[in-house]
């Protein structure tokens, strides 16, 4: 397993941005399958975004248009760039990757990835 850190959460108001940023090592920025989850007390982890080895990108419909994510290989880092943020997406976000190669059905699955992040909190204030 990969170690995973997110960094970058904390408070923004409606319709704001913010950027989470995911350090991990070099191997698996460079050949791992990545995906940012999130989590709110009481509910199932939902699947956010993912980016394959390919550069293929998959979002969740509640986040399309206004999430981007985008492996930063310079930084070693996985980021999330949330645009028009709302009260909805107040959420833990975490950083989860995986060695393996995921069929495009499986990239937003929480059992297809085997390393986690503590995860950050995003809370958005209306």
């Known amino acids: 397993q990969a170690q995973l850190l997110e960094s970058g959460g904390g408070s923004v108001q409606a319709g704001g941005s913010l950027t989470l940023s995911c350090a991990a090592p070099a191997n698996i920025i460079r050949a791992g399958s990545m995906a940012w989850f999130r989590q709110v007390p009481g509910k199932a982890r939902e699947g956010v975004a993912s980016i394959a080895v390919t550069g293929y990108t998959r979002y969740a419909d509640s986040v399309q248009g206004r999430f981007t994510i985008a492996k930063d290989h310079g930084k070693n880092t996985l980021d999330l760039h949330m645009n028009n943020l709302n009260a909805e997406d107040s959420a833990i976000y975490l950083c989860?990757?995986?060695?393996?190669?995921?069929?495009?059905?499986?990239?937003?699955?929480?059992?297809?990835?085997?390393?986690w992040g503590p995860g950050a909190q995003v809370t958005v204030s209306s």
């Open positions: 989860a990757a995986t060695t393996r190669r995921l069929d495009l059905g499986w990239v937003l699955t929480e059992s297809a990835y085997d390393s």
